[in-house]
DNA sequence: TATTGTTATACTCTATAACTATA
DNA sequence: TATAGTTATAGAGTATAACAATA
């Protein structure tokens, strides 16, 4: 994807009418659109996290995975699909794809014969003991991108909602 | 996707010692993580935004080449996607959609004859309009979500981004 | 009847590469 | 050589619907 400069308040140009204030090219109604910026964030954040992941291959999504099913052993597909609000179908084949690759395991569910209990391979772990730790390095990486008081505040308000 | 509360640093909430604020399933790192906060706001910006202009049928990627062509006539496509953060190769097609649904066109660049001059029909300023006025609900409905004061001090972070 | 996991389909989006016509 | 627009392709992600096994 290309490189997104805001030129929004870039000091590209000597001389404007109006200083450089004014935008190159003119945002409209969007300059005004919290989900405009939200969108620009979030791209940043998805490229950087798998820019980052790259040596070991971890999607931001199959992060997650990992991440939940290491700290809830056992729990089932429909479980992990709803807290990561991820489709149930696409959850199958994200799935196959850990299980093909030696991360992750389907076993049968004790009383319910209908639900698999998931649960990370020992390779799994390791690979989530390294994603762990390239994905502080992103964390790190957006928290100074931000600056230290922009993200605590951000992350603040988002938790809540 | 399903409803996320995320109870961890609300101040709303009187008296909450120990009872059901533990979430259901572990989020484990996830909680501390910007990132997919970012990406569950997004997610539902996304398919709030979807669902309300549905009626004409207007994708978010689609709005913001809608309001941008409108607030800068005769820009290019290079500029448009750069400054959208749209790769060219897809911007093309989503031309060519909004195009044959007779919304914008491409006209001759005077001087470079690489160049199209982008622009609005009339069928395409009446859609922006209604466009407008439905994402402005969408807006209004997202601010009532997060709270009119957590809603501005979001947008105001955001924009500096 | 409802739920769990699965398969299938269609459409959107992202990421690349390569091509053409201009500059 | 570089740029603007285009075509093509592969891989994700989203949104549905339908099915078998089980509850």
Redesign the pocket.
Known sequence: ?AEQKRARTLPLRKTQPRQRSRPVVDLNVLNDRLGYFVRRLQ?WV??DF?RRLSPIDI????FSVLVVIDANRGL????L?TTLA????????????LERRGLTQ?LP?S??????ALQLTRDGQAILARAKALAEDHEAALRQKLSAERYQVLLELLQEF
Chains 1, 2 share one sequence.
Do not use: K, T, Y
């Not at 999607?59 to 199959?62: F, K």
């Not at 991820?86 to 794809?97: C, K, Q």
């Open positions: 994807m791209v998805f490229q798998v999607s931001p999504a199959q089932s597909q429909a479980e699909a991820i489709e149930r179908a696409r959850l199958v084949r994200l799935l196959n794809h389907r569910s009383g319910d014969r209908r639900r698999h």
